[in-house]
């Protein structure tokens, strides 16, 4: 017999779900076994699979052991390093500079440093975060970025702050500005490009077209002009919607692949700057709420910048 008692970050959400994700060892059928049958109850009393808790709710299980997962004594986020760049920081969420090459989730490559484990370690040491303490919610993000590319990546401290940011991001109420360097020169200084993308899960790419087809999905790139050296460009981009490598496969289609970038440029163009990664940067997030936003509403018309991108002063130093 086990009994939880729901926090803050726990309530709101179905029984059903909230238990999945907790014990992650209970089967699906049997779960909903042990609720009809109150092998599960809520403050004691029959409860049905779809009840909503509360803070200070109490869920008693009266189940095998078994289904019981022990928590580790060592966290496999505590491996990776705590170093990260913080852009702001309150009580409810994060806003870090990313640097160019570190991974945001894990991945099986690279299992024990990511920027969310360097993220919930930080945490951890402020005393800000204790997984012994929660039962279904870590500190999250709430936006990715590739790899190699830099720049600002949100971070939510707690369940109600992933919530709201999550359905500001799909309702597109928050701007994101990126830097970047392109071959060539735009004839037009600033436009809308609009397009279709569709991803190439065995290639890790994606690839734009001017037609849709049931695989595609459409995709809203704004840039401008900023400055101009030679045979490079420096734009700012607008990203009007989310895909995966949208502005570098978005520039390249039009002929214009970003400086660095090999895998929707080429080496040969690449070799007279030097650069062995995309010169893209994440670099101005807006908070720019339409709708009420809660515990956050606080950050509503809060611009931040990224104070220096790395390629933006040797781009200056560039021959006209």
């Not at 997984?131 to 590739?146: G, M, Q, T």
């Not at 360097?181 to 065995?202: D, Q």
């Amino acid at each position: 017999m086990k009994t939880v008692t729901i926090g803050k970050n726990d309530s709101g959400q179905r029984i059903d779900k909230f238990i999945t994700k907790s014990f992650p060892l209970i089967p699906q059928s049997l779960l909903y076994k042990y609720i009809r049958t109150k092998h599960i109850k809520l403050n004691g009393k029959r409860c049905q699979i779809s009840t909503r808790l509360t803070e200070g709710d109490i869920v008693s299980l009266y189940i095998k052991e078994e289904f019981f997962e022990q928590l580790p004594d060592q966290y496999d986020f505590l491996k990776a390093p705590k170093t990260i760049s913080i852009l702001y920081e309150d009580d409810h969420i994060l806003l870090v500079d990313k640097k160019p090459g570190l991974i945001v989730h894990p991945d099986e490559n690279y299992h024990f440093d990511s920027l969310i484990a360097r993220i919930q370690h930080y945490l951890y040491d402020k005393g800000e975060y204790n997984p012994k303490e929660e039962h279904s919610f870590a500190p999250a993000l709430v936006n990715r970025i590739d790899r190699n590319t830099g720049g600002i990546v949100i971070a939510a401290k707690s369940a109600e702050a992933l919530r709201i940011l999550n359905l500001k991001m799909r309702d597109r109420e928050l701007e994101k500005y990126y830097l970047c360097i392109v071959h060539g020169r735009l004839p037009k200084k600033e436009a809308l490009l609009t397009g279709y993308l569709e991803k190439n899960e065995a290639q890790n790419r994606v690839y734009i077209s001017q037609k849709p087809n049931a695989n595609t999905r459409t995709i809203k790139t704004k840039y401008k002009v900023l400055e101009e050296r030679g045979a490079y460009s420096l734009l700012e981009i607008e990203l009007l919607t989310g895909r995966t490598h949208q502005i570098r496969a978005h520039l390249a289609s039009i002929g214009h692949p970003l400086v660095g970038d090999g895998k929707y440029g080429t080496n040969a163009q690449n070799k007279a700057t030097g650069y062995k990664k995309q010169a893209l940067y994440s670099y101005k997030l807006i908070f720019r709420f339409t709708t009420d936003a809660g515990i956050l509403q606080y950050l509503n018309g809060r611009e931040f910048i990224v104070p220096s991108v790395w390629f933006v002063d040797d781009f200056h130093t560039w021959k006209k």
